[in-house]
């Protein structure tokens, strides 16, 4: 199972950590993306970060204001959200695949129960 933490209320133009930890096996040997799901709206695909090289990945609507890292020692993943804005407002998940990163949720096999972002003043 995957843990995702650190979500709560921000306003805009501050910023927040998320982190990802894993229990039962650890994340360095996976893949590890994050995703966000606003009521009403399709789970989409935010960042992903890779097991082999650390290489990082963000889509469009993520490029310039988040950062995906990983701390291979404490087996973490971290996402850094700079400036929220209110469209960022959504459930945040993170998700294990074996495989390289992709933003294709049914190709993760691991998820968790994700952390609640809130963007407002």
């Known amino acids: 199972q995957l843990q995702a933490s650190g979500g709560g209320l921000v306003q805009p133009g501050g910023s927040l950590r998320l982190s990802c930890a894993a229990s039962g096996f650890t994340l360095d040997d996976y893949a590890i993306g994050w995703f966000r799901q606003a009521p009403g709206k399709e789970r989409e695909g935010v960042s992903c970060i890779s097991s082999s090289d650390g290489s990082t990945y963000y889509t469009d609507s993520a490029k310039g204001r988040f950062t995906i890292s990983r701390d291979k020692a404490k087996s973490m993943v971290y996402l850094r959200i700079e400036s929220p804005k209110p469209d960022d407002t959504a459930r945040y998940f993170c998700?294990?695949?074996?495989?390289?990163?992709?933003?294709?949720?049914?190709?993760?096999?691991?998820w968790g129960q994700g952390t609640q972002v809130t963007v407002s003043s």
């Open positions: 998700a294990a695949r074996t495989t390289g990163c992709g933003f294709n949720s049914r190709r993760y096999d691991h």
